[in-house]
């Protein structure tokens, strides 16, 4: 089942680093917006493979990221066509190639230049930088509590987003402030589209 031209679906995602609240972000603008978002896949790899990673797995990462963003855009599509939405619907994805970039550069220094094609291949209609002021919340997949390197990690995403074309949003402060910065700018963004 395939939208209209006119119902292209917005795809928004949160990049940060870790434990920035980017799946709490879209979790609560998928509530807020009454859509769907897209989960890491990372998280779901990294507990059935365990956490010893190497390489080669964060491009197995990479393509079962895109893999779970598909099948996201699929069921949306249809969702909304059994509706007869007159908005237009919006996809929130909790991480992308860029995540994927700096993941792969910053622990291995390098990056497959499949995730690179992706990059440049791929699409989006919006990003929001989740700023790394939130307290780090330890859980058993994490690795970077330490401030300089989350700030490091912060600082990449941050000149990744400098230099692009896509709009972005930075989103700061608790997690309700973040969610309701986030609504405002999604609501101003959509409006650019219509």
Not at 55 to 81: T, V
Not at 107 to 120: A, K, T
Not at 181 to 193: C, E, G, M, P, T
Request: with cysteine.
């Amino acid at each position: 089942m395939k939208l209209n031209s006119t119902d292209h679906i917005l795809k928004i995602v949160a990049i940060g680093p870790e434990s920035t609240g980017k799946s709490t972000l879209c979790t609560e603008l998928a509530l807020h917006f009454s859509t769907h978002w897209c989960q890491e896949y990372a998280r779901e790899y990294l507990i059935n493979n365990g956490t010893n990673y190497s390489y080669e797995d964060l491009l197995l990462i990479a393509k079962g990221q895109l893999a779970l963003e598909e099948k996201a855009l699929i069921e949306l599509s249809i969702h909304h066509s059994k509706n007869d939405s007159t908005k237009q619907p919006i996809l929130f994805i909790d991480t992308d190639m860029y995540v994927m970039k700096v993941w792969s550069e910053f622990v291995f220094d390098q990056c497959d230049p499949w995730i690179l094609n992706q990059i440049s291949e791929r699409k989006y209609d919006g990003y929001l930088l989740c700023k790394h002021d939130l307290p780090w919340t330890k859980d058993e997949l994490r690795e970077y509590p330490e401030v300089e390197k989350r700030a490091s990690l912060y600082n990449y995403y941050k000149d990744i987003l400098i230099n692009q074309q896509t709009p972005w949003f930075e989103v700061t402060g608790s997690e309700t402030e973040r969610t309701q910065q986030a609504i405002n700018w999604v609501d101003k963004l959509r409006k650019s589209f219509q």
